[in-house]
């Protein structure tokens, strides 16, 4: 189209694309709208920059080249923009009264393929509103749209969220996440951190061996826990968990889980028990000013319920049980330090008891029998629940009828689920499996201690195994006792 307007002689084209909207591939869209606008401005004889982009209207700021010609336009260096459509400025009401506001005052055209527009004029400033209502309004619609789309293919198992974790790839057929060669050294972290490895041999082990993050970097603390605590690891897809970027988290109910969705690189006991381990004290990032001792966080005042920590007395090079505030005396650590290593090695003959009367009692057991019912209930509760989320997306049913339907079948999946945990905590079979990884702990802690025998298990290595065990170390040293007193609660 030819345009009279004889005040135009540079402009500026504006391209932008946040998707595929023509099916061609965004390259492709790109290239046919930048040829179109051209052949536009060179059929009127305007001179041109172009401004190319693929982004999202959801905020001008996110938008750099429109930033960039946001300021040239400020300084009156075009006399039009020429876009494809209105609203590839912005479909944001609010960004679109900032550009018309700035356009106005600077006396710059908007031009397309169909028409100029004058920001002066009574008339093309109203087309412009009405035309920008309309592709709010639109941009709103698809936001939705995409909105639904995204939360139907999470409920089948789709992988929705960018990048997928170390150890995975996205299969581009299914959509679903599946192993690489990465996933090695995703096994090796868990099974180093179950093992009993502390933060820092870990990571010095990581460091010596060259693997790194998914992104290349060295492996830190916050990189671990971020990895150990990915449900993806153990084949489960959790999704629609957060509100917003720094906004918050929804309630849990509200969350999309799907259990056994792909394969999983470590057992759910194994994840259980490495998450359980990077979310405890004994794993957190130590602080260089805080000396880790064999029984941090786990020694308590038997009294008040205080933690009690240690003291050292260089003077005399002697160790000693902090007093407490409540009266609670204190004593030599070294001492109190073999009491609890001969009562963790005697808790052993416990065990051995507990496994052997386990062993007689599985012969009837019908526990595995009963897992597998509920688990295959599980799934068709499930398979329900994408029904009713299908038929209302295919408008089959009212809101209503879909909220209704919705909330008995998550009723009755929770209550599967409650039953379910519960059978597996009466699992003899899983308490057995849990008594001999107490047992192997045990095995390891036979061995030296460097506190007390100068060689051996570090302090370090030492209190992440007792974290493993115990839950609390009661300490108790009344005045006028004769010697300290403990009792060791354990896990």
Same mark, same amino acid.
Request: charged share 30%; glycine share 6%; with cysteine.
């Given at each position: 189209?030819?345009?009279?307007?004889?005040?135009?002689?540079?402009?500026?084209?504006?391209?932008?694309?946040?998707?595929?909207? &023509?099916?061609?591939?965004?390259?492709?869209?790109?290239?046919?709208?930048?040829?179109?606008?051209?052949?536009? #401005?060179?059929?009127?004889?305007?001179?041109?920059? #172009?401004?190319?982009?693929?982004?999202?209207?959801?905020?001008?700021?996110?938008?750099?080249?429109? #930033?960039?010609?946001?300021?040239?336009?400020?300084?009156?260096?075009? @006399?039009?923009?020429?876009?494809?459509?209105? @609203?590839?400025?912005?479909?944001?009401?609010?960004?679109?009264?900032?550009?018309?506001?700035?356009?106005?005052?600077?006396?710059?055209? $908007?031009?397309?393929?169909?028409?100029?527009?004058?920001?002066?004029?009574?008339?093309?400033?109203?087309?412009?509103?009405?035309?920008?209502?309309?592709?709010?309004?639109?941009?709103?619609?698809?936001?939705?749209?995409?909105?639904?789309?995204?939360?139907?293919?999470?409920? %089948?198992?789709?992988?929705?969220?960018?990048?997928?974790?170390?150890?995975?790839?996205?299969?581009?057929?299914?959509?679903?996440?599946?192993?690489?060669?990465?996933?090695?050294?995703?096994?090796?972290?868990?099974?180093?951190? $179950?093992?009993?490895?502390?933060?820092?041999?870990?990571?010095?082990?990581?460091?010596?061996?060259?693997?790194?993050?998914?992104?290349?970097?060295?492996?830190?603390?916050?990189?671990?826990?971020?990895?150990?605590?990915?449900?993806?690891? %153990?084949?489960?897809?959790?999704?629609?968990?957060?509100?917003?970027?720094?906004?918050?988290?929804?309630?849990? &109910?509200?969350?999309?889980?799907?259990?056994?969705?792909?394969?999983?690189?470590?057992?759910?006991? $194994?994840?259980?028990?490495?998450?359980?381990?990077?979310?405890?004290?004994?794993?957190?990032?130590?602080?260089?000013?805080?000396?880790?001792?064999?029984?941090?966080?786990?020694?308590?005042?038997?009294?008040?319920?205080?933690?009690?920590?240690?003291?050292?007395?260089?003077?005399? @090079?002697?160790?000693? #049980?902090?007093?407490?505030?409540?009266?609670?005396?204190?004593?030599?650590?070294?001492?109190?330090?073999?009491?609890?290593?001969?009562?963790?090695? @005697?808790?052993?003959?416990?065990?051995?008891?507990?496994?052997?009367?386990?062993?007689?009692?599985?012969?009837?057991?019908?526990?595995?029998?009963?897992?597998?019912?509920?688990?295959?209930?599980?799934?068709?509760?499930?398979?329900?629940?994408?029904?009713?989320?299908?038929?209302?997306?295919?408008?089959?049913?009212?809101?209503?009828?879909?909220?209704?339907?919705?909330?008995?079948?998550?009723?009755?999946?929770?209550?599967?689920?409650?039953?379910?945990?519960?059978?597996?905590?009466?699992?003899?079979?899983?308490?057995?499996?849990?008594?001999?990884?107490?047992?192997?702990?045990? &095995?390891?802690?036979?061995?030296?201690?460097?506190?007390?025998?100068?060689?051996?298990?570090?302090?370090?290595?030492?209190?992440?195994?007792?974290?493993?065990?115990?839950?609390?170390?009661?300490?108790?040293?009344? %005045?006028?006792?004769?010697?300290?007193?403990?009792?060791?609660?354990?896990?």
């Amino acid at each position: 189209m030819i345009y009279s307007q004889s005040n135009i002689k540079n402009v500026c084209i504006y391209l932008r694309l946040s998707r595929d909207e &023509e099916g061609k591939g965004i390259e492709e869209v790109l290239r046919n709208h930048r040829q179109t606008l051209i052949d536009l #401005v060179n059929k009127n004889n305007w001179s041109y920059e #172009v401004f190319e982009e693929v982004a999202s209207s959801k905020t001008i700021s996110k938008r750099t080249e429109m #930033v960039k010609l946001i300021k040239r336009i400020e300084q009156y260096h075009f @006399d039009a923009i020429v876009v494809m459509d209105i @609203d590839r400025l912005s479909r944001n009401e609010y960004d679109q009264s900032d550009i018309k506001r700035l356009l106005y005052n600077t006396g710059t055209y $908007v031009v397309t393929p169909y028409r100029l527009y004058d920001l002066r004029s009574d008339e093309d400033t109203l087309l412009l509103g009405i035309t920008g209502l309309i592709a709010s309004q639109e941009y709103k619609m698809i936001l939705k749209r995409m909105q639904r789309g995204k939360m139907f293919a999470q409920k %089948k198992g789709h992988w929705t969220n960018g990048q997928p974790p170390l150890g995975y790839d996205k299969n581009p057929m299914t959509n679903k996440l599946v192993t690489n060669n990465r996933a090695e050294d995703v096994e090796y972290i868990f099974n180093q951190i $179950v093992e009993g490895t502390s933060i820092s041999g870990l990571l010095k082990q990581l460091e010596l061996m060259g693997i790194k993050t998914k992104m290349g970097s060295p492996f830190r603390y916050n990189s671990i826990k971020r990895l150990v605590n990915n449900e993806c690891y %153990k084949g489960m897809m959790v999704s629609n968990r957060g509100i917003g970027k720094n906004i918050g988290v929804r309630p849990k &109910e509200d969350w999309i889980v799907v259990h056994n969705n792909h394969e999983a690189i470590v057992s759910e006991s $194994v994840w259980e028990k490495a998450n359980k381990i990077v979310n405890e004290y004994s794993f957190k990032a130590p602080r260089s000013k805080n000396r880790i001792y064999p029984t941090s966080n786990l020694l308590f005042c038997g009294q008040c319920g205080k933690v009690q920590g240690c003291n050292y007395h260089p003077h005399i @090079d002697k160790f000693y #049980v902090k007093v407490c505030s409540c009266g609670n005396r204190t004593f030599h650590y070294n001492p109190v330090l073999k009491m609890v290593k001969e009562k963790i090695l @005697d808790y052993k003959q416990e065990i051995l008891q507990v496994i052997k009367g386990i062993d007689d009692g599985l012969k009837d057991d019908t526990t595995e029998y009963t897992i597998q019912q509920l688990t295959k209930q599980i799934e068709k509760v499930n398979k329900a629940l994408l029904n009713i989320d299908f038929l209302f997306e295919e408008e089959e049913i009212d809101f209503l009828t879909y909220k209704e339907r919705k909330a008995t079948r998550q009723k009755q999946l929770e209550a599967i689920e409650t039953e379910l945990q519960q059978v597996k905590n009466r699992d003899q079979r899983v308490v057995k499996d849990a008594l001999i990884e107490q047992m192997q702990v045990i &095995e390891k802690l036979f061995g030296n201690w460097h506190f007390l025998d100068g060689k051996g298990l570090s302090d370090e290595e030492v209190n992440r195994l007792l974290h493993y065990l115990v839950d609390k170390i009661k300490w108790t040293y009344k %005045k006028g006792g004769t010697e300290p007193k403990l009792e060791i609660t354990y896990k």
